[in-house]
């Protein structure tokens, strides 16, 4: 994103810019203004001082952090993931010492879409006191999320089973193209009282992969602001104990970005806000020509008459889409056309473009037929 480069070159020609350790937990500012990305920025729970966040090694380190802290201070042994999910989950729960590993149902190939009945069901049968892993939006791989309904109903068995959310949030915007929009499901867990926990990354939100910038924040109940400060201490011995502290680069960036004009009267004020808005419309643009490719493939493969339904790549969100091809079709098309993809049919929409968008629909066509 061009307006990153602006912001890097600003703060690498600061001549205070120094390479001391940080705070174990990661920089203040940046602890402030990501968790307000999700929960809003006039939430009750940040106001109120029972929610609060930390910087993390980007989403996959919120994941790890907030793994060690639910198996080694509160007991929890289970964890479900969505069935399918991505792939890195199963790896940082077991490597962060869940015991049992679990799925719950989420794909139906039959629809191409949410298995919501069979999701349900097997929620309502997770021990009580399992973590449940939600995606926020975008779900990866499948590219299928809850609607508003569907999330009210999932929270009831929550409810009803004392379940314990953990959210990712790996791709906040990339759903609707609207940031708030997209944290909605959060927004409403909390307001029903929910305590839970979110892994946030901002490797997609702001093309900054390598840099390593994430938030793990934590959402407590109501009157418990003092645990919430217990809760940091315990977090900062499992940073200590991992890395010391989250690296500094990319989340000075992001800070940058978020920071509310209002507090920053002393620098330049217009252009951090007009670079705040910018970042929307950069969001809203990719999101915009992954949609543009989901509708080019969808009509190409009608045009086609590509048999069976392919209304699924034009309704999935995010950046993938479950094309629903059988293995060996798929190994098929990588063999036959070098059209790549996982093994599950999972394809990457962003790889499409004008170019070459006829001719992934044909080498569909000539797969499936
Ligand atoms: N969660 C999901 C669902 C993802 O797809 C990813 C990355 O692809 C992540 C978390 C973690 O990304 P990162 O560690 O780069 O923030």
């Known amino acids: 994103m061009p307006f990153i480069q602006k912001i890097e070159q600003q703060i690498t020609a600061d001549p205070n810019l120094d390479h001391e350790y ?78 049992d ?43 299928c999320d809850l609607t508003r309904e569907q999330w009210t109903m999932v929270a009831d068995v929550l409810e009803e089973r ?26 409403y867990l909390v307001d029903r009282g929910f305590e839970l926990f979110i892994a946030q990354s901002f490797s997609k939100s702001m093309a900054l992969y390598s840099e390593r910038v994430g938030c793990l924040t934590v959402v407590l109940g109501e009157g418990h602001a003092q645990d919430a400060i217990n809760m940091s201490s315990q977090l900062v011995l499992i940073a200590r104990a991992m890395y010391i502290c989250p690296p500094k680069h990319g989340a000075l960036v992001v800070s940058t970005i978020l920071s509310d004009p209002a507090l920053r009267e002393e620098c330049d004020l217009c252009i951090m806000y007009l670079l705040r808005n910018y970042r929307k419309k950069c969001l809203k643009i990719m999101n915009d020509r992954i949609q543009d490719m989901r509708k080019a493939l969808n009509e190409s493969l009608v045009k086609l008459g590509t048999p069976g339904n392919w209304d699924h790549v034009l309704t999935q969100l995010g950046m ?13 098309i990588k063999k036959k056309h070098h059209i790549h993809m996982l093994s ?18 044909e080498a569909i066509y000539d797969t499936v037929v």
């Open 22 to 99: 940080q705070w174990f937990l990661g920089i203040e500012k940046f602890n402030k203004l990501a968790p307000r990305l999700i929960l809003g920025e006039d939430s009750p729970a940040l106001l109120g001082g029972r929610a609060f966040g930390s910087q993390t090694l980007s989403g996959n380190g919120a994941l790890r952090m907030a793994t060690e802290f639910l198996v080694r201070h509160l007991n929890y042994k289970t964890v479900y993931m969505s069935n399918p999910t991505w792939d890195n989950h199963r790896l940082v729960f077991r490597y962060g010492g869940f015991t």
């Open 101 to 143: 590993l679990k799925y719950y149902r989420y794909w139906d190939p039959a629809t191409r879409g949410v298995d919501f009945t069979g999701m349900l069901e097997d929620l309502k049968k997770a021990p009580k006191n399992s973590v449940i892993v939600l995606h926020m939006c975008a779900h990866n791989p499948t590219g």
């Open 162 to 187: 004392n379940l314990f959310p953990f959210i990712d949030a790996a791709y906040q915007g990339f759903a609707s193209g609207d940031l708030d929009k997209d944290a909605w499901p959060v927004r």
């Open 320 to 332: 993938f889409s479950f094309l629903g091809l059988t293995p060996r079709q798929v190994e098929y």
């Open 344 to 361: 599950n049919s999972r394809a990457n929409m962003c790889g499409l473009n004008d170019k070459n968008v006829d001719r992934v629909a």
